[in-house]
């Protein structure tokens, strides 16, 4: 079975610039989060999404950054402009319909210059 | 609100012994879920091990253990026979029913050989 798949993996912009983050999580899992992860912290929560439905947003800086799980499945975060203090490392992950595992993905480090 | 504390933000422990890392949490619910994820160097996110609040016992998976004091609101991780491969940034976590998952700032383990 394949696991949560994001890219990029390694992502270097300028400051102002915009940048988007792709993750597709594993196959019939109908919940899906992006975390962003500074150094040496745990993950914060930005978005979780139950389906197409973003659920729990109440964390998202919305006047820069942005989510989409159009079709309940993939999904795509965007932040436009980028800010120095963006550099981090997004991670998303899925939970399935029964239990409370996560599964993570490897990350979209974000190195803002 | 929920939070999660990890006092130790790290530890060495020699090769084949043992190890417990340290979790607190605060929460006024009685029905949630505990996990400690485990985070190598450059590599994704994975659980270890999850206890459910209502479960008195203690839940144990191969080398890896908690001790689960409700009332304490304690959720410690041992680690028995550490291995070279145990080394790496070790996170617990709490979440409520189908909410997201709060993090603590983690715990990083060294392994000494």
């Known amino acids: 079975e394949a696991g949560v798949v994001q890219s990029p993996r390694y992502k270097i912009i300028e400051k102002k610039q915009p940048v988007a983050f792709w993750c597709n999580p594993i196959s019939g899992h109908n919940t899906l989060y992006w975390y962003l992860q500074n150094l040496g912290q745990g993950p914060e929560l930005l978005i979780r999404?139950?389906?197409?439905?973003?659920?729990?947003d109440s964390q998202l800086p919305k006047d820069r950054f942005s989510a989409e799980r159009l079709k309940g499945v993939d999904s795509t975060l965007k932040i436009q402009p980028a800010e120095l203090g963006d550099s981090a490392v997004y991670l998303c992950a899925s939970r399935g319909a029964r239990g409370g595992e996560l599964f993570f993905g490897e990350g979209s480090r974000l190195t803002v210059l | 609100a929920q939070t999660v504390t990890q006092s130790q933000p790290e530890m060495s422990v020699q090769e084949a012994e043992t190890v417990t890392l340290s979790c607190t949490y605060d929460?006024?619910?009685?029905?949630?879920?505990l996990f400690w994820y485990k985070q190598p160097p450059s590599r994704q996110m994975i659980l270890v091990i999850r206890?459910?609040?209502?479960?008195?016992q203690n839940a144990t998976e191969n080398r890896f253990s908690v001790n689960f004091q409700k009332a304490a609101k304690s959720f410690s991780l041992k680690i028995s026979d550490s291995q070279l491969g145990d080394a790496a940034m070790y996170f617990c976590?709490?979440?409520?029913?189908?909410?997201?998952?709060?993090f603590g700032k983690g715990t990083r383990l060294h392994i000494l050989p």
């Open positions: 976590a709490y979440r409520r029913g189908h909410d997201k998952i709060i």
């Open positions: 929460t006024s619910e009685s029905d949630y879920y």
């Open positions: 999404y139950e389906n197409e439905e973003a659920v729990d």
């Open positions: 206890q459910e609040a209502y479960k008195q």
